[in-house]
């Protein structure tokens, strides 16, 4: 074996493992953005029923036509009902789900039909400060999140089973305070 061919394997090993580094750095602030501790779920004891709400973000225009927002709030409310947890559209307390696909780039700026897409589900609520009890506003108080690539073809099934998932995390999450 030529000193070449070995010198050529070993900057191609380290290439994939340095790539490899960057993804997982990259990934650690993700980790920052879920939630789901003691204390989070605490904020979820006593809630008599939760709002759903389904928001596509910086979508382009052929992520559009792959992901369906009515088809996403759907499985949701399903998997909330089948949990028996409540639903209530004036409820002030709400379940937020956000997909944010980002399509891959190749040669010449041009999709090549994959897509980074960042899924969030979030508790809202409504809160009041501690230092001024007249102020209210809507603070997150549970989350969970995934990132994931997809291919274009696979987009929207992705998004549900994704959905279904989180919503699975959040309905363990209210049953451990809510029994």
């Known amino acids: 074996m030529s000193h070449t061919a070995t010198r050529s394997r070993f900057f191609a090993s380290f290439a994939t493992v340095s790539m490899l580094a960057k993804c997982v750095f990259l990934l650690i602030p993700l980790a920052a953005l879920a939630s789901d501790d003691k204390t989070d779920r605490a904020t979820l004891r006593g ?38 947890i409540p639903l209530d559209k004036e409820s002030t307390t709400c379940l937020y789900f956000s997909v944010r696909p980002l399509p891959a780039m190749g040669k010449n700026n041009k999709p090549i039909g994959l897509y980074a897409v960042d899924f969030k589900l979030e508790f809202l609520q409504a809160v009041t400060l501690a230092r001024d009890p007249a102020v209210r506003a809507y603070a997150q108080t549970w989350s969970v999140a995934n990132l994931a690539n ?30």
């Open 47 to 84: 809630i008599k029923g939760v709002c759903t709400v389904v928001e596509m973000l910086d979508q382009t225009k052929d992520a559009v036509n792959l992901l369906s927002q009515e088809k996403l709030l759907s499985v949701i409310q399903g998997k909330l009902q089948e949990a028996g």
């Open 150 to 179: 997809v291919p274009a073809d696979y987009l929207e099934q992705t998004a549900r089973e994704v959905a279904v998932d989180l919503v699975s995390r959040f309905t363990r999450a209210y049953r451990s305070v809510n029994k």
